[in-house]
Nanobody, 126 residues
Framework: QVRLVESGGGLVQVGGSLRLSCAAS????????MGWFRQAPGKEREFVAA????????YYTDSVKDRFTISRDNAKNTVYLQMNSLNSEDTAVYYC???????????????????WGQGTQVTVSS
């Protein structure tokens, strides 16, 4: 099993940056593919980014490409989400999640993730 704890959220102005971290417990962290999702008030949880267990492949939703970067450090059991050029549409609770699935379609589907953190709030103000 994997326990996930997010941190790094907060209030930032439009155009600013934040770096989210997700610390995992469990000795098998390096075998999980990891994802970041977000949920804004009144909206469904949506895929943001994912990274393979090796760190060799990453995936992004179109709205964050070239602004967000997902990375991981398996030695530290941590996955990161660097968010730059933030805008008001990025305001949401951000969750990290872990999945054992290898299928690309599963990596973008929140129902295919078995482990979730508690979420961290990101608010972008104008």
């Amino acid at each position: 099993q994997v326990r996930l704890v997010e941190s790094g959220g907060g209030l930032v102005q439009v155009g600013g940056s934040l770096r989210l971290s997700c610390a995992a417990s469990g000795r098998t962290f390096s075998s999980y593919n990891m994802g970041w999702f977000r949920q804004a008030p009144g909206k469904e949880r949506e895929f943001v980014a994912a990274i393979r267990w090796s760190g060799g492949r990453t995936y992004y939703t179109d709205s964050v490409k070239d602004r967000f970067t997902i990375s991981r450090d398996n030695a530290k059991n941590t996955v990161y989400l660097q968010m730059n050029s933030l805008n008001s549409e990025d305001t949401a609770v951000y969750y990290c999640a872990a999945t054992e699935s290898e299928y690309y379609s599963d990596l973008t589907n929140p129902t295919r993730y078995g482990y979730w953190g508690q979420g961290t709030q990101v608010t972008v103000s104008s």
